[in-house]
T-cell receptor, first 113, second 109 residues
Framework: IAGITQAPTSQILAAGRRMTLRCTQD?????MYWYRQDLGLGLRLIHY???????GKGEVPDGYSVSRANTDDFPLTLASAVPSQTSVYFC????????????FGPGTRLTVT | GQNIDQPTEMTATEGAIVQINCTYQ??????LFWYQQHAGEAPTFLSY??LDGLEEKGRFSSFLSRSKGYSYLLLKELQMKDSASYLC??????????WGAGTKLIIKP
């Protein structure tokens, strides 16, 4: 693994289903982030984690949850998917919270029908 | 509220120079970032400004004026591979990034 990986690459999901998007980084970065990117809008922060064991809410957290059990992994869960959650989801990391540039994973394209 | 404004789309010619502007109104300021994003790919870091002035990095330069809430990204000697979206992001008082919607740059031969 080099950098950040995300899985799956893409997914079509029926409304009401539960889904977990996976994110793993091998850079030993302390901070990790989940964004969604929709056409015509900037990246919007869903949840973040400044260090393992802590998480925080971003701009658009409703309908999503995260956990940070260790440094490397930061999964995002949609408890009951709705069509408005159709988006491209990017996981990112940075060395420290609020410090330096963020490195992005390749993204997960999610369609909720 | 917090707001980042960038032009939606710009067109330029291969070999020319283009300037992409970004204006911002945010709760606090702790630096401004420019990222490049090719279609279907992840954003990648281009530049960072926290003090007023110009930062140069090869063909790319970024300028910041904190008093005016303004930045620009200057791309010289444009190449076809520079066709991409360019994202401006400001780190606010909580050290979170606020992102503009991005400027799609189209390079014509």
């Amino acid at each position: 693994i080099a950098g950040i990986t995300q899985a799956p690459t893409s997914q079509i999901l029926a409304a009401g289903r539960r889904m977990t998007l996976r994110c793993t980084q091998d850079m030993r970065h302390n901070a990790m982030y989940w964004y969604r990117q929709d056409l015509g809008l900037g990246l919007r922060l869903i949840h973040y984690s400044n260090t393992a064991g802590t998480t925080g809410k971003g701009e658009v957290p409703d309908g999503y949850s995260v956990s940070r059990a260790n440094t490397d992994d930061f999964p995002l869960t949609l408890a009951s998917a709705v069509p408005s959650q159709t988006s491209v989801y990017f996981c990112a990391s940075s060395e420290a919270a609020g410090g330096g540039e963020q490195y992005f994973g390749p993204g997960t394209r999610l369609t909720v029908t | 509220g917090q707001n980042i404004d960038q032009p939606t789309e710009m067109t330029a010619t291969e070999g020319a120079i283009v300037q992409i502007n970004c204006t911002y109104q945010t709760s606090g300021f702790n630096g401004l970032f420019w990222y490049q994003q090719h279609a279907g790919e992840a954003p990648t870091f281009l530049s960072y400004n926290v003090l007023d002035g110009l930062e140069e990095k090869g063909r790319f330069s970024s300028f910041l004026s904190r008093s005016k809430g303004y930045s620009y990204l200057l791309l010289k000697e444009l190449q076809m591979k520079d066709s991409a979206s360019y994202l401006c992001a400001v780190r606010d008082q909580d050290y979170q990034l606020i992102w503009g919607a991005g400027t799609k740059l189209i390079i014509k031969p």
